[in-house]
């Protein structure tokens, strides 16, 4: 054990591959391990390299493993993929694992705290309910439209013109309709409950508290912001923060001839979703303002349409959330 250099470890939820090499790249450890023996095989490793594909898990795993003296690196797994040599298994993965993580220009993931990931969960339970608030409502409307009834697709419509039509409707339809007026109710409840929470944190955080003096960025982006990226210094610079969040254009370069297609989608959608909703809302509101930023995102609309707009303004906002952080400045 003491000549371990690198491990490499595919992650699962029973069964895990450890695939380590020594300082000259010879194969030290090769095997499969339970869940209960991992963290045995790797505390009795000295401090070396240890890398693991970014997925569930893994973030608690990197703190586990930090806590015994290693250095812990997480990869994207589209980034491991390159170094598989054979067949897809967990014994080829795990030494995927070990190349990739070793390499000099690897793209690693930042590992999250606690307090980033129980923010998160805060976030992610919060849309979870606001999806299912949303199907449950197009699961009400469907049903009253084979009944002759064809409601707007505003949420406070159903909410105050269904009572209004239970009278009509045969006695069962009318109990199944209560049910899902009840049922979107209750998760109206819980989404406004989950944003207090949301807003209560980004309001008692330094770095969210910096996050939201850019127009655009409201509480609940900058909460998801600070809980995702924390104070961004992983990145080299904000461009590099908007391509890793997939608001730049897609590449493809050839013969010295640039062309430039949609934006790439890559990184968190949720993160991209919440910038772009606020850039909607700074679009929409910069016809009643004069300031610098309200008079380019008018330029751009005028020049490239509503929707290029919206997402211009998103990746200046992602570049300027970025020195926000990761700077402490106010960027104007």
């Known amino acids: 054990m003491s000549i371990v250099s690198t491990v490499g470890i595919d992650l699962a939820k029973n069964v895990f591959s ?97 307090e980033q990931q129980s923010d998160l969960t805060l976030h992610r339970v919060r849309q979870g309910f606001v999806e299912e608030r949303t199907a449950t409502l197009n699961r009400l409307r469907g049903l009253l439209a084979e009944f002759g009834h064809v409601l707007p697709l505003r949420p406070s419509e159903l909410h105050r013109r269904v009572p209004q039509l239970l009278e009509k409707l045969p006695a069962r339809v009318a109990t199944c309709a209560q049910d899902l007026l009840q049922h979107a109710r209750g998760l109206q409840e819980k989404v406004l409950q989950y944003e207090g929470e949301i807003k209560l944190h980004a309001h008692t955080n330094a770095l969210a508290c910096r996050a939201q003096t850019r127009l655009g960025i409201g509480p609940i982006t900058a909460s998801a912001l600070v809980a995702t990226v924390g104070n961004g210094r992983d990145f080299k610079n904000g461009r590099q923060f908007a391509a890793w969040l997939g608001l730049v254009p897609r590449q493809y ?66 570049r300027v959330a970025w020195a926000l952080l990761a700077k402490e400045a106010a960027v104007a």
């Open 18 to 114: 450890v695939h380590a090499v020594d300082s000259q790249g010879l194969v030290v450890v090769r095997r499969s391990l339970s869940r209960s023996k991992l963290s045995e095989l790797v505390a009795q490793l000295p401090p070396c390299l240890i890398g693991m594909e970014a997925c569930s898990g893994a973030h608690e795993w990197a703190r586990r493993f930090t806590m015994f003296g290693h250095v812990v690196k997480l990869m994207a797994p589209k980034f491991v993929t390159p170094y598989r040599k054979s067949g897809k298994n967990d014994g080829n993965d795990a030494e995927a694992i070990c190349e990739a993580v070793a390499r000099p220009n690897m793209r690693f993931v930042p590992v999250k705290s606690t």
């Open 253 to 318: 370069c050839t013969g010295g001839k640039t062309r430039l297609g949609h934006i790439t989608k890559r990184g968190d959608p949720y993160l991209r979703t919440l910038l772009v909703m606020g850039a909607r809302a700074v679009l929409q509101r910069a016809v009643t303002l004069t300031d610098p930023m309200s008079r380019w995102a008018l330029a751009v609309r005028e020049r490239r349409g509503y929707h290029r707009a919206c997402v211009a303004i998103a990746a200046k906002n992602a």
